[in-house]
C-alpha cells in the first residue's frame, strides 16, 4: 500500500478524501464546504463569522487566524465581535445584504459563536434576530459552547432551554464529523425554514480530534414539500412585527419539523426485530449510553437480542413528537438520558400521555418510578456512570 502526500494544510485546502481535525477546525471547515457547495450550486455566496471567545469555544478564533490565507478564496470573512451582542447584531446584518437587490452575492450565510454564557447575555439580540429570520440564500448557524461541569464558567450552561424559549430550531452534534454534518444541514435547515438555527458544543465534542470525510458533496440534504405563505417566510424589508410570531410558530417550526424528518436528523440507531425497550438521547450523552453498552459487554447484535432500541435526536427542539411515537409503539419502557435539564423527557411524557393504557411505555428519566435519582442532573456525568 502506498501513502498519499500529506500536508497540515490538507484541512483547508483538500477536498476529498480523509482528514484528520479537531472540532474547532470542523468549524472551519464546514464554512469552506457550504462555499464549495454553494458554488457547485450556481450560487455566488460569501460566509461571515463573528462573536465571542470562551471555552469551551475558546480555539475557533485560534483556527480561523491560523487558516488566513485561505479564507479569501472561499469568501469567507472572520471578524471577532467586540462582544456578544454585537457579533450577533452582524450576523443579522448579514442577512440583509440581498434584501434590496443591490448586493455583490446571492447571500451570505453566518456563523455565530459564543460560550453559555455569552447566550445569556446576549439572547435579546439573537431572539430578535430569529424573529427577522434569514435570507434565502444566506441562513445563520448560532454555535453554542456549553460548560455542564462549570470547568471555565462560573454558572452551569445548557442552552436547550434558551434555544426553545427563542423558538429556535437546535441541532446537537455527538461527533467531529457531526459538526461538518450537522453544520452542513443547519445552513440548509436555516435558508429552507427562514429561522437561524442553534447548535449546541460541548468540550468533549469540540475539543476532540477524529478522522472526517471531507468531500464537500458527501452530503446529500432533501428538501422536503412543505407549503409556505404566499410571501414566504425569509426576513424582509418594513416588516411588521405583529406578524413574525405567527410566521415563526405555524411556519417555520413546521418545516423544520419537515426538514429534519426528510433528512434523518432524529434517527434510530440501535434496531431490533422485537423490541421491548428504547433509549432516547442527544449529542454527547448518545455517545455516553452507546461506550457505556461496551463496557457493560453488550455489542450491537446483543441489544438486538435483548430487544433494546435506540433513538438518537440529532435536533432536540421543535421536538418531533411524531418520531417519538412511532419509535415507542409497542415498547414496554422508554429511558431518556440527557444532561442537565429534564428538557426531553417532559416533551416525551407530554406526547405519549394520550396513548392508550395497552401501549403507553413507562417513561424513565432522570429519576426511577420511585423518585430516586438514577443520572445526576448537577456537574455532569458520562458512560461510567450510565453504565452503573
Not at 460560550?115 to 427577522?132: C, E, F, Q, Y
Not at 457531526?178 to 447548535?199: N, P, V
Request: charged share 25%; with cysteine.
Amino acid at each position: 500500500m502506498t501513502l498519499s502526500a500529506f500536508s497540515l494544510d490538507d484541512k483547508y485546502q483538500s477536498q476529498t478524501g480523509r482528514l484528520y481535525l479537531t472540532g474547532s477546525q470542523a468549524l472551519v471547515r464546514v464554512a469552506m464546504l457550504q462555499y464549495l457547495r454553494d458554488k457547485a450550486a450556481g450560487l455566488n455566496t460569501a460566509s461571515f463569522i463573528s462573536g465571542y471567545r470562551g471555552s469551551p469555544m475558546h480555539n475557533i478564533d485560534k483556527e480561523l487566524w491560523r487558516a488566513n490565507r485561505f479564507l479569501a478564496e472561499k469568501a469567507l470573512h472572520f471578524i471577532p465581535g467586540i462582544n456578544e451582542d454585537l457579533a450577533a447584531t452582524a450576523c443579522l446584518g448579514t442577512q440583509q445584504s440581498a434584501m434590496y437587490g443591490d448586493g455583490t452575492h446571492d447571500g451570505v450565510f453566518a456563523m455565530w459563536y459564543g460560550k453559555g454564557p455569552g447566550l445569556d447575555r446576549s439572547i435579546d439580540a439573537v431572539r430578535h434576530a430569529n424573529m427577522h429570520g434569514s435570507s434565502k440564500h444566506g441562513g445563520v448557524l448560532v454555535v453554542v459552547g456549553d460548560d455542564h461541569a462549570m470547568k471555565s464558567t462560573d454558572v452551569p450552561a445548557a442552552c436547550e432551554t434558551m434555544f426553545a424559549d427563542m423558538q429556535m430550531p437546535m441541532l446537537y452534534p455527538s461527533s467531529v464529523q457531526e459538526i461538518i454534518d450537522f453544520g452542513l444541514l443547519g445552513w440548509a435547515l436555516s435558508r429552507f425554514s427562514g429561522a437561524w438555527t442553534g447548535f449546541k458544543i460541548v468540550a468533549d465534542t469540540v475539543d476532540a480530534a477524529a478522522p472526517v470525510d471531507g468531500d464537500p458533496h458527501r452530503l446529500q440534504i432533501t428538501l422536503p414539500d412543505f407549503v409556505f405563505p404566499e410571501d414566504g417566510v425569509h426576513i424582509r424589508a418594513g416588516d411588521r412585527w405583529l406578524l413574525q410570531e405567527p410566521r415563526l410558530r405555524k411556519f417555520k417550526l413546521p418545516a423544520a419539523l419537515a426538514f429534519a424528518r426528510t433528512n434523518g436528523l432524529n434517527r434510530v440507531v440501535l434496531r431490533s426485530r422485537r423490541p421491548r425497550i428504547g433509549i432516547v438521547s442527544s449529542g454527547k450523552a448518545a455517545l455516553d449510553v452507546r461506550q457505556a453498552l461496551i463496557e457493560l459487554g453488550i455489542s450491537d447484535t446483543q441489544a438486538a437480542d435483548m430487544g433494546l432500541v435506540m433513538l438518537q435526536m440529532g435536533m432536540p427542539y421543535p421536538f418531533d413528537g411524531v418520531a417519538v411515537r412511532d419509535f415507542a409503539a409497542g415498547l414496554e419502557e422508554v429511558i431518556v438520558v440527557e444532561e442537565k435539564r429534564r428538557f426531553m423527557e417532559g416533551r416525551l411524557r407530554d406526547v405519549l400521555y394520550d396513548l392508550p393504557d395497552g401501549q403507553r411505555p413507562r417513561v424513565v428519566g432522570r429519576m426511577d418510578q420511585d423518585g430516586n435519582e438514577i443520572l445526576p442532573g448537577c456537574g455532569e456525568f458520562g458512560a461510567e456512570e450510565i453504565a452503573r
